[in-house]
């Protein structure tokens, strides 16, 4: 039998929910066009409904102007933190921990169940370093010739932090964004104000739906992963796992041995350190983390040292830059977007953002509105995959109806970041770092994410709607 034929055939060995998932998948390779372009789709569409709702074009010309540059604080803030999660997964003491760890599952299955649940944990700390950390784990553990693992279920696993918990944890996009005053634009902070760490991601509610998704997802990873004659390994597929990251570069030049000399590094690193000290003494350490800057910074310091010398880390944050792409570019529209709903109003005054209010107010209440967001948060996630940036688009109007129907604003933020993962689990926009580590395609592990999202969904919209009556509402806090 032909590769085609012995990869049709094992196809066939899936069940009906992961061949669907497969075809799925195929089907939006080939036709769903990069992401940028649904950004731009949103900048035409708000124009258009901006216009529909009785704004002049040049109001909406000029909010689409004036709202550009808005995001660019929290566009090198979300760029950092996709740098740092690199530089940290690919540094040397990474990759003696990963050494170290793989040698713990003694199954297949359990290596993969062991996998889901690290990268979910790893998640919460930062979504990039899930990633690739996880990543860099699964070539490790496809090296185990003692185990015959999955190899497109083990990629699946890895990507489980995307797909389940990143969004409830330190790098959620939406809950960094409403920490920080600076990082508001104007027209959300006057709906919203400021919303503490402590009335997000660290309330128990939100806890407790972790504990229940790394339970939840690290079953079916187990129960979900094919074995002995079904399981496909990295070799099967024609991946060479063996290979590592690119050795270090040597010096060639005098000049360059500060580069290569851990000394700058020393100094940089104690010159942080104590700054972090004197940031965190005294203080809430909720708060201070919750301070986007000071996340980044602790991170970046981390990966300095990790790297311990200074051409060891400039060349893991050059690698890490492509990825960073879509963000510079996309933020901006989405920035020019939520100006556009919040600023180009009719001649009554009424915002686009404004009506999108009254229609969510005018079908929710206090009760229902927590399920019915969070199921609209993650359709609208299928075509605008970006966790910042689409926050950006919906808070207007889903937290000024929050306000209206006196929900818990904290609690609608995490609404958002519980449904903001779900299209992750087949939306291959976020899969292509870990993708290139792997060496597969989308097509190959999202048979198995599908799998997870028809279970998730259900699981995800009845906590929302039952733990939003924990809760009780909060007026917003405006700083002056």
Known sequence: MGASGASAAREDEE???ARIALRFAAWSARWFPDAFVFAAIAVVVASAAAMLNGAPPQAVSKSFGDGFWSL????????????????IASSPPAAKVIDKIVTLPRSGRGAIAF???????????NWALSLIFS?????????????????????????????????????????QLQANAASIPKQLLEIT????????????????????????????????????????????????????????????????WLEYSPILTILLVALGLG???????????????????????????LGLLLHWRPRNFLDAATKAVPATAGMLIQFPLYGG????????????????????????????????????????SA??????????????????????????????LGWAVQVYNSAEALPNLVNPFFMLPLLGVLGIKARDIVGFTALQLMIHAPIVLFLLWLLAGTLTYLPPTIPQ
Request: charged letters at 10%.
């Open 337 to 376: 977007v939520a100006a556009i709903m919040t600023g180009a109003a009719a001649q009554d005054g009424h915002t686009l953002a404004l009506r999108l209010a009254e229609l969510f107010t005018g079908i929710s209440t206090r009760e229902s509105f927590p399920a019915i967001m969070g199921l609209y």
């Open 15 to 17: 069940g009906f929910l």
């Open 135 to 175: 990543g860099l784990v699964v070539r490790a553990m496809a090296q185990r010739t003692e185990i015959k693992m999955d190899y497109r279920a083990a990629g699946a696993a890895a990507y489980l932090g995307l797909g389940c918990t990143w969004a409830l944890g330190l790098s959620s996009s939406a809950a």
């Open 275 to 301: 700054w972090l000290i004197q940031e965190f003494a005294g203080k809430n350490p909720i708060l201070t983390i919750s301070n986007l800057n000071t996340y980044n910074f602790a991170l970046l310091m």
């Open 193 to 256: 104000g400021v919303i503490p760490f402590t009335e997000t991601i660290f309330l128990w509610q939100s806890g407790l739906m972790v504990l229940v998704l790394i339970l939840v997802s690290t079953l079916v990873a187990f129960w979900s992963a094919p074995s002995g004659s079904c399981a496909v390994t990295a070799a099967m597929m024609g991946v060479d796992v063996k290979t590592r990251l690119e050795p270090p570069r040597k010096r060639e030049r005098p000049g360059e």
């Open 379 to 408: 359709v609208l996630g299928f075509f605008i995959p970006s966790g910042g940036g689409k926050w950006i688009l919906e808070a207007p109007y889903v937290m000024q109806a929050a306000n209206e129907l006196k929900v818990h």
């Open 115 to 125: 996998i889901a649940a690290l990268t979910m944990l790893v998640s919460l700390l």
């Open 72 to 87: 660019i604080s929290f566009t090198m803030q979300q760029v950092i933190v996709a740098i740092s999660g690199y530089v």
